[in-house]
């Protein structure tokens, strides 16, 4: 939009006189070629983001998603663990206030056990030792180790240091009554726990180990 203006001073007592020569009014639709480019590039680039921020990069997904295998793996052992000892908690409360004669008569006849075995006669001299004191013991004591072991499982599962420093300690403070057991009665369950733990224990060690000296080094950078 343009203006021109003349002032006329013709006369003193007149006042000034301007005329305006409008250009021709642009409708709202139309814009100069130029200056419509300009606005769309404006509202374009202001809108458009970074490459890198809009496109999603898999491998730091996989990275994220991605487990220890074969920490995974012995979380799972550990959940397993945790179930047996829920098992054996329930079933020790269970037997509270029962005769448990009559219960060890039951189980030999539903596992079809010889009443003259050596086992369940073993068993029935055994049975005055059970009442409902050590059942509620046993039952505690399970249910504290189906605690310990549901966490050891969530921290590795996790891949928590607590996790793995819990699971080390535990693992470690077990080895040497699995040992002597396995030299006091050679099992082959026995056997394959204090193998099972073993590897565990020092799979763990060679981990923390690891992240120990990633840490120093670090430090000394």
């Known amino acids: 939009m343009t203006y021109s203006t003349k002032l006329d001073f013709g006369g003193g007592d007149k006042p000034a006189r301007f005329h305006n020569d409008l250009a ?44 220890n ?27 509270m206030h029962k005769d448990i004669d009559d219960v060890i008569s039951r189980i030999g006849d539903l596992l079809r056990f010889n009443p003259e075995s050596r086992f369940v006669n073993f068993l029935y001299d055994r049975a005055f030792l059970i009442n409902d004191p050590l059942l509620r013991r046993i039952g505690a004591l399970a249910f504290s180790y ?20 819990l699971t080390l300690a535990i693992t470690a403070s077990f080895l040497p009554w699995e040992i002597f057991e396995v030299f006091h009665h050679l099992t082959w369950i026995r056997v394959g726990l204090l193998v099972v733990n073993t590897l565990v224990f020092f799979y763990l060690l060679n981990i923390v180990a690891g992240r120990r000296k990633s840490a120093e080094a670090e430090l000394l950078d």
């Open 24 to 67: 021709p009014p642009i409708s709202a639709g139309e814009l100069p070629d130029e200056l419509s480019r300009k606005m769309k590039g404006t509202v374009r680039s202001g809108f458009e983001l970074p490459e890198s921020m809009t496109e999603s990069n898999p491998q730091l997904d996989q990275e994220r998603q991605k487990h």
């Open 69 to 95: 295998r074969w920490l995974v793996l012995i979380a799972v052992y550990k959940f397993l663990l945790a179930l047996m000892f829920v098992a054996v908690g329930i079933g020790a409360l269970r037997l």
């Open 146 to 165: 189906a605690g310990l072991s549901l966490a050891e499982g969530i921290g590795l599962y996790l891949e928590k240091a607590w996790g793995e420093y």
